[in-house]
């Protein structure tokens, strides 16, 4: 094992001798930030986790919108780490509900009696670290401190919600609300005239779910999204009693296939069939539950423009099918990406949604909106009066967590300035300059199926803290080099993506977000079996690539 490479202690503070009020702190109780702290219990250390809100749950906490569900089947998104919680909980649906998730999250933190180290409603406004000892020093809004050794930022790619720039947002005399920040109370819609800003994944599941209820509803569309059906379904005791006994199968699939999904790519390209076996496995797939056809198609759709476009056609023409009016379907089918390209939402009747009296659409390419008033919303052609508007605008993406917080680094070095070009970090875990920092699902890592990056890279960051523990070590930083190394094959692997050549929360882009008109590489595009690799190699190597002491 390579040994740590030294180097000299300023004599003004000892890093062994700072007096600390915790040896890690945490931000964010989602969860990443609970089994973060469950893992790190283990190695006896003193644990803080600073939460914003009244709960543990993270994005099932605050997304609680109608219709806010899984799209990964709910028993392979579950923690993995006990066999006990495994035999114990019972998912009723395969796409599991927001309540449902929650309350999940609630037995979770109960189980492992996890709140204990939890502060709620304490906002981090800023992170600053103190070269002399080595340590983090954390400020919350209501102004109360604490310092620790080491940071472990648990804030999730998507909770920073974004709302829309335009002129007299805040003059609308009836309901408004964004999606990730609904309100806690039971919104009533009967006989309400309702508007919904945006169409990608939350607002496919509001719309969908409100439309029946809703005295009329007005969709304001700007990018059409693809979307394929959900197929949900309860699960019986019979299925029930499966999944428990399937799970160490499940989830070492999980760790097999490209993206942890239960599904993964076809060996066969688009054009390695017929005509009609390429149509008939097109069929297969929009009949199956989950993200089949999109993580489990053709292994080139995703990279060839013409293997793309069999699938694009396919999905338009099944829109075509269930939407009644023409001209509606057309406004439905993207012209600007094709299938899978960005973020694939997944439905349930949707595109039956706009054959009804009740609702209508409007194309705001074609007539944009002016500004909002205290009556409802005027476009460039007429104004529409609402009770209530739903901004499902989505979110500051991936960086936009870390932009909200004032991190400073070794010599008061601003993270948002080192990464005002992008992203830049050592595995997706660390950044060089701020010791003793580490990142869950931060910019860089593998996504894919949340929890189960989630727990690998809690895993991970754990078995750096126990070689810390053991060694004896007050720094651990990533070298500029292993940075700039990481962040190039970060970039490598996206070209020839068809996804890094569309505008959406996966490149970066939020126009509703000042400077964030640019395509950057936010994300890890390589297999999760090879990002998992090259971070078990690291630390089989006794974290030499680290700059430690």
Not at 196 to 224: D, M, P, S
Not at 410 to 417: I, Q, R, T, V
């Amino acid at each position: 094992m390579a040994a740590p490479r030294q180097e000299q202690i300023s004599p003004q503070i000892s890093p062994e001798t700072a007096v600390l009020d915790y040896d890690v702190i945490i931000i964010g109780a989602g969860l990443s930030g609970m089994y973060q702290l469950h893992r790190l219990r283990e190695l006896g250390l003193t644990v803080r986790v600073f939460e914003t809100g009244t709960d543990v749950g993270g994005t099932w906490y605050w997304n609680r919108y109608p219709g806010a569900r899984f799209d990964s089947e709910s028993y392979s998104y579950g923690y993995s780490f006990s066999k006990e919680l495994l035999q114990e909980w019972e998912w009723s649906e395969h796409f599991a509900g927001q309540p449902e998730t929650l309350r999940y999250c609630r037995y979770v933190a109960d189980k492992f009696d996890l709140r204990r180290d939890i502060a709620f409603e304490c906002r981090v406004a800023s992170a600053i670290y103190q070269d002399e000892a080595r340590s983090w020093a954390i400020t919350l809004a209501s102004g109360a401190r604490a310092t620790c050794r080491f940071l472990i930022t648990a804030i999730g790619p998507l909770s920073t919600p974004t709302l829309p720039r335009i002129e007299g947002r805040d003059s609308f005399r009836g309901q408004s609300f964004h999606t990730a920040r609904w309100p806690k109370q039971k919104v009533d819609f009967a006989g309400k005239r309702v508007a919904v800003i945006g169409t990608g994944a939350t607002g496919i599941q509001t719309i969908q779910t409100i439309a029946g209820e809703v005295g009329h509803l007005t969709v304001f569309q700007r990018t059409a999204n693809w979307a394929a059906p959900l197929h949900n379904g309860k699960i019986d005791a019979e299925t029930q009693a499966a999944i428990k006994a399937g799970y160490p199968e499940m989830f070492r699939r999980c760790q097999e296939t490209f993206a942890c999904f239960v599904h993964t790519p076809d060996p066969r390209g688009a054009f390695e069939v017929s005509d009609e076996e390429r149509e008939a496995f097109y069929e297969k797939l929009y009949g199956e539950r989950g993200f089949g056809i999109w993580q489990g198609n053709f292994r080139d759709i995703l990279i060839d423009r013409t293997a793309n476009a069999t699938i694009s056609d396919f999905v338009a023409r099944k829109i075509r099918e269930r939407v009644k009016d023409p001209a509606v379907a057309e406004m439905l089918i993207p012209k600007n990406h094709g299938f899978g390209t960005r973020r694939l939402p997944l439905e349930t009747f949707y595109y039956e949604v706009y054959n009804r009296d009740n609702v209508g659409l409007v194309d705001l390419n074609e007539t944009p909106i002016e500004r909002i008033t205290q009556e409802g919303i005027r476009t460039s052609d007429k104004d529409y009066p609402f009770d209530i508007i739903i901004y499902a605008t989505g979110f500051d993406a991936i960086t936009g967590s870390f932009d909200r917080i004032d991190f400073r680094g070794s010599s008061g070095a601003l993270l948002k300035d080192k990464w005002q070009h992008g992203p830049e970090t050592y595995l997706g875990l660390m950044v060089d300059g701020f010791p003793n920092m580490m990142m869950l699902m931060g910019p860089h890592t593998a996504l894919g199926n949340i929890p189960r990056s989630i727990e690998y890279s809690v895993d991970w960051v754990t078995g750096l803290l126990r070689f810390a523990q053991a060694k004896g070590l007050t720094l651990l930083d990533a070298t500029p080099e292993g940075t700039a190394g990481w962040t190039d094959h970060v970039k490598a692997l996206g070209v020839g993506l068809l996804s890094n050549e569309v505008n959406s929360w996966m490149t970066g882009i939020n126009t509703n977000v000042e400077g964030k008109q640019r395509r950057i590489v936010a994300r890890y595009s390589g297999s999760a079996p090879a990002y998992r690799a090259k971070c078990d190699e690291v630390a089989a190597k006794g974290y030499d690539e680290l700059r430690l002491a």
